[in-house]
C-alpha cells in the first residue's frame, strides 16, 4: 500500500507518538486542571508541555496563548466568528478551505463584509491586490500559507507585513505548512494562528489549536467548566481557560505533543528537504507524460508536497478508484473542500486527483505512483 493523503491526514505517525498515547491512557489519563491529586497533575503538566513544545516550533513568547481544539476549522471558526463583528469588513482570497470561506459567508447575516481576492492560475496571490481590497472598516485578512489543492505557498511575510502597516488583525491557516514550514509569528507578523495536530504536526485525529497574540480580544464560542475560577458564573477572561471548556483531549493532545516533539528533534529543514526531494522525483517523472494535466507551480521552492493533476478527459474519481484499486494508491479526487480555489485553476466541474507527500513515504513509492499514472495515461491515450 502507498499512502499519498497525507493532505489530509499523515499515516503513519512516528512511533513515538502511539507510545506516548498508550502510556498516557494506562498510566495518567485524569482531568487535568480539575483536581490536585498526582494523576491530574501529571496530566496538566503534560498538556503543558504540548504547549511549550508549540511555541518553540511557532516562536510564540507565551505558551498560554494557544488554546487547544479539535482541528484547523474550529480553530478558524473560532478565530473568524469570535472576532469579527457586524460592520466589519474582512479580506479573504480564492484559495481558501472551506473552513475560511464558509464561517465568513455565515456572518455577512449579522453584517459583516467580505471581499475575496483572486489569485492567479498557480494559485498565487498578490499583496497588492490584497492592499486594493483595503477599506476603513477591514478589521482581519485571512489567508492559507499554502492551498491545499496546488500547494502554492503564499507569502504570509509580506501579507503580515502590509496587515500591520495598515492596522489590520492577519489570520492564517497553516493546516498544509505547519511541521513542514518555518512560521514564526513575530517575524511573519502573525496575529491568529489557526494549526491542526492530524496533518504534517503528526499527532493524532482531534487535535488542534489556535494561536492569539496578546491583547487580542476574541469571544468564546462555547462556556462551561474551566477547573478556574469555579465561584464565579461568567466564563474566566483568562487564556486558555477562555476557550477551553471541558474536559479535554488528553491522550490526544500528548500524542500532539510527541508529534511536535519528533519534529523538533529531527529538525524542520531536514523534513521539508526530504519531502521537497520526493516532490521533485514526483514532478519531473509525470509533467510530460502525454495525456497529464498538472496544476500549480512547477517549481517546488514555491509548492507544498503536493501534487494536483488530471488525466485526458476522465473522471478524477474514475481515476482515483483504479488507483486504490488496481495500484493499491490511496490518493484523494474532487474538489478537495475548497470550490473557489478549483474554479480558481479551472477543475471545478470536474475536480481533480491530489497526490500529498508525508514524512513517511519513500522514493521507492513515488517511482511506482509515476509508473501508475504512465500506465493509466497509456490506456486513456490509446482509448
Known amino acids: ?37 498526582k494523576l491530574a497533575m501529571r496530566a496538566g503538566r503534560e498538556i503543558y508541555q504540548a504547549r511549550e513544545n508549540l511555541a518553540k516550533l511557532f516562536n510564540i513568547k507565551n505558551p498560554m496563548n494557544i488554546v487547544f481544539t479539535q482541528n484547523a476549522t474550529e480553530s478558524l471558526n473560532l478565530a473568524i466568528k469570535g472576532f469579527l463583528k457586524s460592520g466589519d469588513h474582512v479580506i479573504t482570497t480564492t484559495m481558501e478551505h ?34 486594493k481590497a483595503i477599506k476603513e472598516n477591514t478589521k482581519l485578512i485571512v489567508t492559507t500559507h499554502a492551498s491545499n489543492i496546488t500547494g502554492s505557498i503564499l507569502d504570509i511575510e509580506e501579507i503580515g507585513k502590509l496587515a500591520k502597516e495598515n492596522n489590520i488583525l492577519y489570520l492564517v491557516d497553516s493546516a498544509q505548512t505547519a511541521g513542514i514550514y518555518d512560521i514564526d509569528v513575530g517575524r511573519m507578523n502573525i496575529d491568529m494562528l489557526a494549526f491542526t495536530g492530524h496533518k504534517s504536526l503528526l499527532g493524532p485525529q482531534g487535535t488542534g489549536g489556535l494561536y492569539i497574540k496578546e491583547g487580542i480580544k476574541v469571544n468564546s464560542l462555547i462556556e462551561g467548566g474551566t ?26 493532545i500528548v500524542g500532539l505533543s510527541a508529534g511536535v516533539q519528533y519534529i523538533l528533534d529531527k529538525g524542520i529543514e531536514k523534513i521539508r528537504q526530504e519531502e521537497e526531494e520526493l516532490l521533485k522525483i514526483f514532478i519531473d517523472g509525470i509533467k510530460d507524460v502525454k495525456g497529464v494535466i498538472l496544476y500549480g507551480p512547477k517549481d517546488i521552492s514555491k509548492r507544498a508536497p503536493v501534487i494536483l493533476l488530471n488525466i485526458g478527459s476522465e473522471d478524477s474519481s474514475e481515476i482515483s478508484y483504479i488507483l486504490d484499486n488496481v495500484f493499491d494508491i490511496q490518493t484523494r479526487s474532487g474538489l478537495h473542500c475548497a470550490p473557489l480555489a478549483h474554479d480558481t485553476i479551472g477543475t471545478l466541474e470536474r475536480g481533480a486527483i491530489r497526490f500529498s507527500i508525508g514524512p513517511f513515504n519513500t522514493k521507492d513509492d513515488i517511482i511506482k505512483t509515476i509508473d501508475a499514472i504512465k500506465q493509466i495515461a497509456k490506456e486513456v491515450n490509446d482509448n
Do not use: W
Open 227 to 252: 477547573g478556574s475560577k469555579s465561584h464565579e458564573l461568567d466564563q474566566p477572561d483568562i487564556l486558555p481557560d477562555k476557550y477551553e471548556s471541558g474536559t479535554p483531549n488528553t491522550p490526544g
Open 1 to 37: 500500500m502507498i499512502y499519498l493523503d497525507n493532505a489530509a491526514t499523515t499515516f503513519k505517525k512516528p512511533e513515538i507518538v502511539y507510545e506516548k498515547m498508550i502510556e498516557c491512557m494506562k498510566d495518567y489519563s485524569a482531568n487535568p486542571g480539575r483536581a490536585g491529586h
Open 98 to 131: 472551506n473552513s475560511v470561506l464558509r464561517p465568513i459567508k455565515t456572518l455577512e447575516k449579522i453584517g459583516v463584509e467580505n471581499t475575496i481576492v483572486k489569485c492567479d492560475k498557480e494559485g498565487f496571490i498578490k499583496t497588492q491586490d490584497i492592499k
